[in-house]
């Protein structure tokens, strides 16, 4: 093997694998960055094809798997697919909402492997919380559910999707995570995807609120050091530079969906003219090394001014390319997240948000009577 080509192949080395198990869930959540048009249970791949890609993930140097949504629970055969995953020899994280997995079937999913847990919360009390989720109770069965983590000796990370609705009680919520036993916290600010995008004015907090939020999380991790780890990340719209979207396209990490196609990253299917190559007729190292999804914006060619120039193209590869499409329609755009984007004015314009629009969830298969809640972001 020769050197140029062993250093391409360290570069694109993929360690993490999001397994999206099925798009169903019973939360509304009006963030989720799951796309508009959801797949339908009828086209999910069954356990059968998620081991022989789990195998398949393994060969190319894959360590960790992510068993997402979805909701997971929504499967009836999701021990099975869990064991899968450690017959593979793969680090199995559960990323549920609380809501679908009993305790019983927690026991199962640890007699078959299951290394981790990350359960979301919308907020730090009942009432605010089950409203951002559209779904009464979840957030009881959520502190139920994380209390069975614990019990049965799983590491338990919180995930804590922050925006205009709760982002004034990121302290109560980083409590909640302490006193529900986690680990780890994941401040993650909302990623404007799918459903997000879909309601960004609703969601989006102020510049003020997001300031204030960023001296709140360091406060946080000097109170709390050693006791909990507690990540955050700016969110995108009010960064300088853009984040290295999932490490950098198809170098990292990939996702399946539910029905099989095999993405660079979650929300890739927004960008018009790729072409995803499905675990049904390509093996996932076929995929990986020749699918043109993946390999339209490895490297630095496609990339324009300023990105081509810039000394940071190695450390956050222009951005993210569904970003930058969704902004500018144009996704070898420079992200305009980047303070140096000739179209940074944009995300400037787009920074604020509005209190008074309602938010709209998120359900597998909206009809004209679905509801449209007539809750506000206040």
Not at 19 to 38: I, V
Not at 96 to 110: E, F, N, Q, R, W
Not at 239 to 259: E, H, I, Q
Not at 315 to 324: E, K, L, M, V
Request: one cysteine or more; charged letters at 20%.
């Amino acid at each position: 093997m020769s050197v140029e080509v062993e250093q391409a192949r360290i570069a694109y080395q993929p360690l993490g694998l999001l397994a999206e198990l099925t798009h169903r869930c019973p939360l509304g959540c009006p963030y989720c960055s799951n796309p508009l048009s959801l797949d339908q249970r009828s086209s999910e791949l069954d356990a059968s094809v998620w081991a022989r890609v789990f195998g398949e993930a393994a060969a190319l140097g894959v360590l960790q798997v992510h068993l997402s949504g979805g909701e997971p629970g929504a499967r009836r055969d999701l021990v099975e697919i869990a064991a899968a995953a450690r017959a593979a020899g793969l680090y199995s994280n559960l990323i549920t909402s609380g809501v679908g997995i009993t305790a019983g079937t927690l026991g199962k999913l640890v007699e078959a492997g299951l290394d981790h847990v990350q359960i979301s919360i919308q907020d730090s009390g009942a009432d605010s919380a089950d409203m951002i989720a559209g779904y009464q109770g979840a957030f009881t069965r959520k502190n139920a559910l994380a209390a069975e983590v614990v019990r049965l000796g799983l590491p338990l990370t919180v995930n804590v999707v922050v925006h205009r609705a709760n982002i004034e009680r990121i302290p109560a919520m980083v409590d909640l995570a302490l006193n529900l036993g986690a680990s780890r916290v994941e401040i993650a600010h909302v990623q404007y995807y799918g459903w997000a995008l879909k309601n960004r004015a609703a969601l989006m907090p102020e510049r003020e609120q997001v300031a204030r939020a960023a001296a709140e999380v360091e406060e946080l991790r000097r109170l709390h050091h050693g006791r909990i780890v507690i990540d955050a990340v700016v969110p995108d719209y009010y960064a300088r530079y853009p984040k290295p979207c999932v490490g950098g396209w198809g170098r990292r990490s990939l996702n399946v969906n539910p029905s099989g196609k095999v993405l660079p990253c979650h929300a890739a299917e927004i960008i018009p003219g790729l072409e995803f190559w499905n675990v049904k007729q390509h093996s996932l190292a076929e995929i990986w090394e020749n699918s043109p999804a993946f390999r339209a914006f490895r490297g630095d060619e496609w990339m324009a001014e300023p990105c081509a120039s810039c000394p940071r193209r190695e450390i956050d590869f222009g951005g993210c390319r569904c970003q930058a499409f969704a902004l500018t329609g144009d996704a070898t755009a420079t992200d305009p997240v980047c303070h140096l984007s000739p179209n940074h004015g944009l995300v400037a314009k787009l920074a604020h948000g509005d209190a008074d629009v309602p938010f709209v969830y998120r359900r597998l298969a909206p009809t004209a009577a679905a509801p449209v809640a007539e809750i506000t972001s206040r």
